[in-house]
C-alpha cells in the first residue's frame, strides 16, 4: 500500500526557512516523479516543484524559483522541499505527490497534477511576523 507521509511545516516569520519531508513506504520513491503542491486559504491547490524520475530534472512555479529546491535522498526514500525567504503568500498547506508513469518528455513542464498516483496529507506551512 502506497503512502506518503509530510512533515516539517510550522509557523515561521518571513525570510525564515524551512525543509519539508515526505517519506514514503510501500514502494521505491527513485522510481518515481514526485511533485511538492501547495494549496492556500480560498485557493486552488497549485504545483510547486517537480522532479523527474528519468532524466532527473527539475521544475519550480515561478513564485518560489531561486528561493524552493526540491531533492531526493534514495536511501532514506524520502523528498525533501527546501523553502528558504519564505512570504507570508507562501502560507499553505503544502502536499508531496508521485506519479508511478507513463512519463511523457519533459515531464515536469506539463501539467503534473493530474498524473499524480498517491498524495499525502499533507503539511501546514504559516509565514508571518
Known amino acids: 500500500q502506497w503512502q506518503l507521509v509530510e512533515s516539517g511545516g510550522g509557523l515561521v516569520q518571513p525570510g525564515e526557512s524551512l525543509r519539508l519531508s515526505c517519506a514514503a513506504s510501500?514502494?521505491?520513491?527513485?522510481?518515481?516523479?514526485v511533485g511538492w503542491f501547495r494549496q492556500a486559504p480560498g485557493k486552488e491547490r497549485e504545483a510547486v516543484s517537480c522532479s523527474s524520475s528519468t532524466d532527473g530534472t527539475t521544475s519550480y512555479a515561478e513564485s518560489v524559483k531561486g528561493r524552493f529546491t526540491i531533492s531526493r535522498d534514495a536511501a532514506k526514500n524520502t523528498v525533501y522541499l527546501q523553502m528558504n525567504s519564505l512570504k507570508p503568500e507562501d502560507t499553505a498547506v503544502y502536499y508531496c505527490?508521485?506519479?508511478?508513469?507513463?512519463?511523457?518528455?519533459?515531464?515536469?513542464?506539463?501539467?503534473?497534477?493530474?498524473?499524480?498516483?498517491?498524495w499525502g496529507e499533507g503539511t501546514l506551512v504559516t509565514v508571518s511576523s
Open positions: 510501500g514502494f521505491t520513491m527513485d522510481f518515481y516523479a
Open positions: 505527490a508521485a506519479d508511478g508513469g507513463p512519463f511523457p518528455p519533459n515531464y515536469c513542464s506539463g501539467d503534473i497534477q493530474s498524473r499524480m498516483d498517491a
